[in-house]
């Protein structure tokens, strides 16, 4: 084809648009009290006040010395089964990139760890990102504690730019794969 239809450059630029708003958020599991059984925090409650999407960043700070951070099965998860982790973290700092929908289960793998709380679901849900129109995580943000700041989690200058190179990327391919470059 020679000419670009107007109606499909549109759309190229809006589903580009889309890619750099979906993308990016950075989620530190526990907020300020991070990756720990000191409180215990409640890692059940943080995770219904989030809206995680495709693409967002779960960070788990902790210090490695007491900590990990194992990804796990549903059967593991339920049984605080440390065994046979599907991917094991032990930096202290992970960030963990949720590329799939559906439920990412994250236990510590230290013992005693995971039965005393340490442990945390992340659902992407199945339906397209609105999350302004999504009555359940409004419902859930008065049992916010107090020191969270309101609206969704920040996106670092870093991976906003990591989305908007992705995203030309993708751009250019497309145009290139259609004979425009
Ligand atoms: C833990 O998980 C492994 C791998 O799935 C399994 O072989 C083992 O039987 C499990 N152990 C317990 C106590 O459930
Ligand atoms: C963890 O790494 C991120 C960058 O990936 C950085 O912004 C943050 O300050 C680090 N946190 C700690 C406690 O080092």
Not at 26 to 55: C, M, N, R
Not at 135 to 143: I, K, L, R, V
């Amino acid at each position: 084809m020679a000419m670009a239809p107007r109606a499909y450059v549109m759309a190229l630029v809006l589903s580009v648009a889309a890619v750099i708003h979906a993308h990016g958020a950075v989620h530190k599991v526990g907020d300020s009290a991070g990756w720990t059984t000191i409180g215990s925090p409640d890692y059940k409650q943080w995770a219904v006040t989030k809206t995680f999407e495709l693409g967002d960043v779960i960070r788990f700070e902790y210090n490695p010395q007491f900590h990990n951070v194992m990804r796990v099965t549903h059967a593991m998860y339920r049984a605080c089964n440390a065994t046979a982790p599907l991917a094991t973290y032990t930096t202290g700092n992970d960030s963990i990139s949720i590329t799939t929908r559906g439920h990412h289960y994250f236990i510590c793998g230290v013992n005693g760890h995971c039965q005393s709380g340490q442990r945390v679901d992340i659902n992407v849900l199945p339906t397209t990102a609105t999350p302004s129109s999504s009555p359940a995580s409004s419902m859930a943000a008065p049992t916010l504690s107090s020191a969270q700041s309101p609206g969704p989690s920040s996106n670092t200058a870093a991976s906003s730019m990591a989305s908007i190179a992705k995203a030309l990327l993708l751009a250019m391919a497309i145009l290139f794969h259609l004979g425009f470059a």
